[in-house]
């Protein structure tokens, strides 16, 4: 895997967010490839909580500046980037003052969902790859963590599916244990079908909780990780009618070597 390139894309990365099982995955899939003389990029969104003195986030004047269309809408994008200490690793993170501005992650004080959340990913999964394509980076493998980076792959595979920089990076998505209540925004397969004109590739989102994002995730991924030892027996009875689709099962120790030689393999199949 030495000069391979990762993109490793998640909703949320120590040491900027709280550790969590997914945030600490995220960072140490990232950490060890690195550490093996893998060329990685990080990518997560600038929620409003992370502090941009500590952490020393600073705006990419180049990178920024363009319009993501989100729900026939312009939004603005911005890009910062900051270096893990000790680490070399560059982070990337995606902002916009409407959808990342305010001091939360997910929900309000009343834990309850943003209502915006259907936007926000769209926001994240577009402008990720107009990054990528700013910077001219191809990956061999993008992996990603978390439900609002999950509908990431159904844009490379439908919205981008003519970008030549992705003809031949490999989607690997992590599972976790870690759902949210209720629902997205019951718009949200409209504003994805805005982009994306497969109604059979959208219809799973049309009722968008958390199972159904990652169902989604699922359908356009190249493979799948267990990121948590246990997932919902939902997402795992729809996991197993996906015969063809190479799974590395939860990996309490040896995370390392565990996920370079997943990610070999998958290239390799290719």
Do not use: C
């Amino acid at each position: 895997m030495k000069d391979k390139r990762i993109l490793f894309v998640s909703s949320e990365v120590v040491p900027y967010l709280p550790e969590t099982e997914l945030s600490s995955t995220a960072f140490n899939a990232a950490k060890n490839a690195h550490s093996k003389g893998v060329q990685t990029r990080i990518f997560m969104p600038r929620f409003g909580v992370i502090n941009e003195r500590r952490h020393q986030l600073h705006e990419v004047i180049r990178l920024s500046g363009m319009n993501l269309v989100v729900n026939d809408m312009d939004m603005p994008l911005i890009i910062k980037v900051a270096s893990i200490p000790k680490e070399r690793m560059q982070v990337y993170f995606i902002d916009n003052e409407e959808y990342f501005k305010r001091k939360a992650v997910f929900t309000d004080e009343d834990d309850t969902l943003f209502p915006d959340n259907d936007e926000r990913a769209i926001f994240f999964a577009k402008g990720v790859v107009e990054t990528v394509k700013k910077l001219n980076w191809a990956p061999d493998i993008i992996h990603v963590h978390g439900w609002m980076a999950s509908l990431l792959p159904l844009y490379i595979k439908e919205f981008y599916k003519e970008e030549p920089l992705f003809t031949d990076s490999k989607i690997v998505t992590s599972l976790y244990n870690h759902n949210f209540e209720g629902s997205l925004n019951e718009e949200l397969a409209t504003k994805v079908d805005f982009d994306i004109k497969d109604k059979d590739k959208v219809a799973v989102l049309q009722t968008p909780n958390y199972t159904n994002i990652l169902k989604s995730a699922i359908d356009n991924s190249d493979a799948i990780i267990h990121g948590s030892e246990l997932i919902s027996d939902d997402l795992q009875s729809y996991l197993n009618e996906k015969e063809e689709l190479p799974v590395l099962d939860f990996q309490s120790e040896n995370l390392k070597e565990s996920y370079l030689n997943f990610y070999a393999d998958i290239i390799s199949a290719s």
